[in-house]
């Protein structure tokens, strides 16, 4: 029997430990050097605004602060321009949570796709204001490459809490 991803199947709680490897790892992606390369999201964001939708007592502003000074720190970047649009992205998302989750996995990345922007233009926005030179068209990439990376993401991030098909009642759940 192949095994169907549907949304109508119930999920069994995320381990926190699982969140914040997954959190950890979207930070050392966002530290390797490939992550100035027009097109690469942010996957920080990206990862921010998945759990901030799902588990909303989790992920929240606290995570978008602490990872967005992160972020500033490592990169040299103007202090609190990282922070300001982490914590924005995760408060619209929590926000939004309830809606966002009530479409189907594709029309959910065109829901996330102007919270992902709206993020990229904060950092911009935040940069400009400084006076440092705006970045080309490439930087607005990410956000698209990242909603066309939303379901397989969804896919992958969701994994570990999908119970087996097939209930076997010698195996504990």
Known sequence: MQPTFSSSRILLPVRPWFV??????????????TAYWPGMPDWIAMLICFWSIRETRRVG????????????VA???????????????????????R??????????????LPLLLLTQL?????????????PGWGYFIGPFV???LWIPA???L???????????PNRPI
């Not at 914040?20 to 050097?33: E, K, M, Q, S």
């Not at 502003?61 to 500033?72: K, R, Y």
């Open 154 to 156: 969804t896919f992958l």
């Open 61 to 72: 502003m606290g995570w978008g602060f602490a990872l967005g000074l992160l972020m500033d």
């Open 122 to 134: 904060m950092q911009t926005l935040m940069r400009s204001l400084t006076g440092a030179d705006l």
């Open 20 to 33: 914040y490897l997954t959190l950890f790892g979207a930070t050392a992606a966002n530290l390797l050097p």
């Open 75 to 97: 990169d040299g970047a103007v202090l609190g321009q990282h922070c300001f649009a982490y914590v924005l992205l995760a408060y619209t998302a929590a926000s939004l949570a």
């Open 146 to 148: 990242a909603t066309l």
């Open 99 to 112: 809606r966002i989750l009530w479409f189907p996995l594709a029309q959910q990345a065109l829901q996330v």
């Open 158 to 168: 969701l994994l570990p809490q999908y119970q087996p098909l097939v209930q076997d």
